[in-house]
């Protein structure tokens, strides 16, 4: 049975109250569930169950509002006064060796010429990223259709490629052998390619199991 539950209902339950009160409200929940289930007794043993899924409910919404947060840094004064004199980083985007340049943001596939499609899911999606960030809360709060960054890098001497959300927060690879082949695909074509993708799916995240991520990678061309 699917999870009636979902991230979106979570945060309505929730909208308006401040994190202090969920703290508040969550360690009250978690204490008292648990003394609850203690005496045992059927209906305690109910309410205790009720006050601890209300406490994993609110550990649920403030994990959601620490990843929103993560994403979005408020600009103090001081760096209000400096930002002019901060380069403005320039947003994803495939540099061609023309110089022209093709802003990820902007991409609808139909201005391209298609040259090859890859259909696959994300591997790795389980592990943390190298900056402490996990890769499945940010799998959690992405959707389908959103766009996605391949990174090449070299992984023990073979072409690897990191796949990330449009912000930059990496969700995990593309397995070893596809990387492999688009990597001697793009090479060997005689014209100029840059890959572009979409997520396609969110598998998972009910009853405890962990998320997947199915994509589509296109290598592009200009026409």
């Not at 648990?34 to 209300?54: D, M, N, S």
């Not at 985007?93 to 609808?108: E, M, N, P, R, T």
């Amino acid at each position: 049975m699917k999870n009636p539950y979902t991230q979106e209902k979570i945060q309505a339950m929730y909208n308006g109250i401040t994190d202090a009160k969920l703290e508040k409200n969550k360690k009250s929940y978690t204490i008292w569930g648990i003394v609850c289930i203690v005496l045992i007794h059927p209906i305690c043993l109910a309410i205790g169950a009720f006050l601890l899924w209300r406490s994993y409910l609110i550990s649920k919404e403030l994990s959601r509002r620490n990843a929103v947060n993560a994403h979005v840094v408020a600009p103090s004064p001081a760096s209000n006064q400096i930002a002019s004199e901060v380069p403005q980083v320039d947003p994803p985007h495939y540099c061609f060796s023309d110089g022209a340049k093709i802003y990820l943001a902007d991409v609808d596939v139909n201005d391209f010429d298609v040259v090859k499609t890859y259909h696959t899911k994300v591997v790795g999606v389980t592990y943390e990223n190298d900056d402490g960030t996990d890769r499945q809360l940010n799998i959690e709060y992405a959707h389908r259709g959103d766009s996605l960054i391949f990174r090449e890098f070299d992984y023990d001497g073979k072409p690897a490629y990191a796949v990330h959300l449009e912000d930059g927060c990496q969700i995990g690879n593309l397995k070893e052998s596809l990387a492999g082949d688009i990597s001697d695909f793009m090479d060997s074509h005689e014209k100029e390619l840059f890959m572009y993708g979409e997520i396609t799916e969110i598998t998972g995240g009910d009853d405890g199991m962990k998320y997947g991520c199915n994509i589509v990678v296109y290598l592009l061309a200009r026409k």
